[in-house]
């Protein structure tokens, strides 16, 4: 993907993955203080 064509469609599905993302690191890793921190996206 080119982040410089990026538009509202492509946000709104970065974002759906990034939740999805968010949501396998706190079943792989339940403490998430050894994780990069997802809000800093």
């Given at each position: 993907m080119?982040?410089?064509?990026?538009d509202?469609n492509?946000v709104?599905?970065l974002?759906?993955?990034?939740?999805?993302w968010?949501?396998?690191?706190?079943t792989?890793?339940?403490t998430g203080?050894?994780?990069t921190?997802?809000?800093a996206?």
């Amino acid at each position: 993907m080119e982040p410089d064509a990026f538009d509202d469609n492509d946000v709104e599905t970065l974002e759906t993955l990034a939740d999805q993302w968010r949501w396998q690191l706190k079943t792989f890793n339940s403490t998430g203080s050894s994780v990069t921190n997802p809000e800093a996206w």
